[in-house]
């Protein structure tokens, strides 16, 4: 299938910046489209289940979840005991991700190494999705919508082709949704925000990497020159990745209904843009 008929979509931003609720009505927007005049539109839309990926990268007897439990198992005994256990349960033996998030989110260091071990195999299982769906949809003008905290900060932003930033820009608002969703105290709220990237960080690493494009398609204009990726992010070389265009949502001091009305016209937006 020609890539040039595949748009990816990346939604990113914090914890409780709003994404699921945007996420969640670009679905219905999708199911009502389908189901109205558009019946046999040549666009056919992929919501990516980053969620689900993510859970399958600590699965048992993969390679990811050897390596994690192979890495954290003495930092869980050095800093809860040697109870095994608290990491790995004994009968369905799946990583306790509860426990793993209270270690890493009190120490960045520890963060790390997760994410260099975690990260990866999330971008490879997003690739495969991606590349199933170009497969399977020879006929059709693919959007692939693609919604992940991390999207910037893992770097998978350099796959996508338009980028929609989620923010909540009041921190007491973000940090009362983080502990009423998920049930955590103030200063567990605060410190996963901490181990993200701000909304100002990712808009900068945004700018950076579209500034890098730039330059590059710059310096290798007809000289014929191709210095890809290996195909890394996305499957995309630097020759084919144009600069990300980028949309802010700010949800705080919205109501559900205004943020849904910004999300439709960004979806009108969307579809106006394709060329068929």
Known sequence: MDQKKVRVVG???GICSG???IYQHLKDLVKEYNNNENKNSSILFHFVPTDELGWKAYEPNTTCYFKVIET???IVKEILGDDVSLLVDEETKAINRRVLGKIVFADPSKMKVLTDIVWPEIERLINLEVEQVKQDAVEHYVVCFVESAVLIEANWHKGVDDIWIIDCSNMEERINRICKR???????AKQRISSQLSTKELIEKIELYNNELKHHHHVNSGNGNNNGNNGDDMNYSLEERKQLKVHYFDTFNKTIDQVKEETTNQFKSLISTIHL
């Not at 998920?182 to 567990?188: D, G, I, T, V």
Request: charge should be negative; aromatic fraction near 6%.
């Open 19 to 21: 994404k699921t609720t």
């Open 11 to 13: 939604i990113a931003g």
């Open 72 to 74: 954290f198992t003495p």
């Open 182 to 188: 998920n049930q955590l105290s103030e200063e567990e």
